[in-house]
């Protein structure tokens, strides 16, 4: 089974950067896409990016294109989410998952990492 | 984009109770449905892929059925450990869009 563990959240004003990453255990990486899905404080989850096991495909809720960037890293197991202007309402536990049952599944989650968008 | 949309937002029952929670896509999904338990402070755990197949490791309790755009969970004999929030989220197409949630609480 595929292990996942976020890491990279934080506190960050309004305005500034932050980059996350998501180290996977399995050694099935390279051939599962990958995913960012959050959660604000109270709130459902939102589906953030995605990524093609190769990398050659990205993409992006409408809330987050043009600010965000995902990417990955198959020899190293690892799957970044860059966030550029951030926003109040970018403040979530952000999330990776990924899984086997299909091209976009989410059989797999990591434990979450916060990020906190605040002046 | 693909709407989801979960009945109902919360439910109240009893332990050994058996509820059904549904699920409705604004438009076929091809079956590409999943369903996910949350608790308090923890990550989601899926428990339900392709709209009926039960994930590994997942007590058989859980049954997902369903097809086109009407989906449901039934979890029967409920336990204290089951009292959760569910999601349901389809993987048909980007952007991948969740239910709202179920809150399933303890009558």
């Known amino acids: 089974e595929m292990q996942l563990v976020e890491s990279g959240g934080g506190l960050v004003q309004p305005g500034g950067s932050l980059t996350l990453s998501c180290a996977a255990s399995?050694?099935?990486?390279?051939?599962?896409?990958m995913t960012w899905v959050r959660q604000a404080p109270g709130k459902g989850l939102e589906w953030v990016s995605s990524i093609s096991r190769s990398g050659d495909n990205t993409f992006y809720a409408d809330s987050v294109k043009g600010r965000f960037t995902i990417s990955r890293d198959n020899p190293k197991s690892t799957v970044y989410l860059q966030m550029n202007s951030l926003r109040a309402e970018d403040t979530a536990i952000y999330y990776c998952a990924s899984g086997p049952t299909g091209a976009m599944a989410l059989d797999h989650w990591g434990q979450g990492t916060l990020v906190t968008v605040s002046s | 984009d693909i709407q989801m949309t979960q009945s109902p937002s919360s439910l109240s029952a009893s332990v050994g109770d058996r509820v059904t929670i549904t699920c409705r896509a604004s438009?076929?999904?091809?079956?590409?449905l999943a369903w996910f338990q949350q608790k308090p402070g923890k990550a989601p755990k899926s428990l339900i892929y392709?709209?009926?197949s039960l994930q590994s490791g997942v007590p058989s309790k859980f049954s997902g059925s369903g097809s086109g755009t009407d989906f449901t969970l039934t979890i029967s004999s409920l336990q204290p450990e089951d009292f959760a929030t569910y999601y349901c989220q389809q993987y048909d197409s980007y952007p991948l869009t969740f239910g709202q949630g179920t809150r399933l609480e303890i009558k």
């Open positions: 399995a050694l099935t990486f390279s051939s599962n896409s």
């Open positions: 392709a709209a009926s």
């Open positions: 438009q076929g999904i091809n079956n590409f």
